[in-house]
């Protein structure tokens, strides 16, 4: 059975043949893995090519009308997963044709076939879909057709994989990938967390951890522990400012109640307003005020400790040091910051001595000087008496393809954060490009290694709030 293509705003895709002829049965497959594979390019190229006949879409039409006037021999009663005492829960029951039902699935052929539950009742329940996904999933069995949203196809697809209707999981799969985007994900990964769809909720976190700005508007109808999932994971690329923005839009409009979400809760948690400069708050405080929660933005501003704004940390420490100490009376390598380089020749060139490497190493501390970085090197950056909210990483150089870079923050030089993951920073990657995060600590230690490939330029600027001690 094949569909042809359909558009990613929901249109309708077709299966080749007739929903009420009979086929040849699928063959049976392994229902212990619920989700949503990645279609092949074979199958998406028989999907392009297929084009319905209008006969075909005729007598699918006829099909399809008979289901919706309830013109069936057998009932299909949509259930609660687990209903409450005393709560009063949807129930929705559909009329369905069973002869077409069998044609599709070996499941409902041996279901009604033997003597079984569903045979003797005439009737079929099903929990844990909602009315619309079991809906969705009758109408293609009666007309080979799937106009459903993005979460709803997740369900669709586990309902297609628990009875064995591969046709559906294909066009299911194929469907999902192409309507799969920032703002849709949040609907897909709640719609695939609720029915066990593990590949189809890995897709939608990746989604959101690259694409978290535009995601996150739409995470207020995530569960709460699905929300803590998506906003405690190391993946997730949003700056604190950012995170705040979104939580002030929730409150704004009102949408963070549905789910029980308490936006001043979720900033004390997830915002770390030390990492806040001055300008950024006072938007907050706007939005904060018009949201109804500035009280308690207030009291979490309160609670953080104030720092000075940075796009290059450790340059910042040495025009402190200068102001300081203008005639140079104490040294700034080995007091204000202590640089770690994994060569010992690191920056020492044929013709430099000892004390040209000494000079080359404190431009190179203080992001002014580059020296490269092959495969395994690592620098690691220690401030003494100073520590930083990391908002972000600026590389002054381009990565080459295949290149990856790790950035880790540390307050011991002992346990490290990762704040971009544990892949890191890949390339290819242009020069001069910043990439936010979030930081959960105040660092005093940071470490740049090369994981593959090289970094010819070797400078990092460390974007942030830069604390004394």
Known sequence: VRAPRHTACGASAHCAAAAAAPRPRPRRRQMAVVGIRRPSSAELASVASATPSADYAALSAAVLRAFEKGQGDFRVVCLPDT???????????????????????????????????????????????????????????????????????????????????RPLQDLCAIKAEETLCAQNACEILQAASRVGAA????????????????????????????????????????????????????????????????????????????????????????????????????????????????????????EEHVQQFPGHEAPFLGYWLNVIPSRAAFGLTGGSNQANQLAQLSYYARGELSVALTHNDDVIWFMPHHSVYITGVFLLGSLDQGSRLQVEASTDGASWQQPFGPDGLKGPCEQFVLTECRSKMSAKWVRLTVLEGNYADGRLHVHGILQAA
């Open 199 to 318: 590949a189809a909720k890995c897709r939608a976190l990746e989604v959101i951890h690259q694409n978290a700005k535009q995601a996150l508007r739409g995470a207020h109808a995530l569960t709460p522990e699905l929300l803590d999932e998506v906003l405690s994971s190391p993946l997730l690329c949003i700056s604190d400012y950012t995170l705040a923005e979104v939580f002030m839009e929730w409150a704004d409009k009102d949408l963070s109640k549905a789910q029980g979400h308490n936006v001043g809760n979720l900033m004390q948690v997830h915002v770390q307003f030390a990492a806040l400069t001055e300008e950024e708050y006072s938007r907050v405080q706007v939005f904060s005020k018009r949201a109804g929660v500035l009280d308690a933005v207030e009291k979490l501003r309160r609670r953080s400790k104030r720092g000075t704004a940075t796009n290059n940390a450790f340059n910042t420490l040495w």
């Open 83 to 165: 209903p409450n005492a005393g709560e009063v829960q949807e129930v929705k029951e559909f009329s369905v044709m069973a002869a077409l039902m069998t044609e599709w699935s070996e499941v409902f052929g041996a279901m009604l076939s033997h003597e079984m539950t569903e045979k003797t009742s005439g009737k079929l329940e099903i929990r844990g879909f909602s009315v619309e996904a079991v809906g969705a999933f009758l109408r293609f069995l009666h007309s080979g057709e799937l106009s459903a949203s993005p979460g709803i196809v997740v369900e669709v697809a586990a309902l297609a994989d628990k009875y064995g209707v």
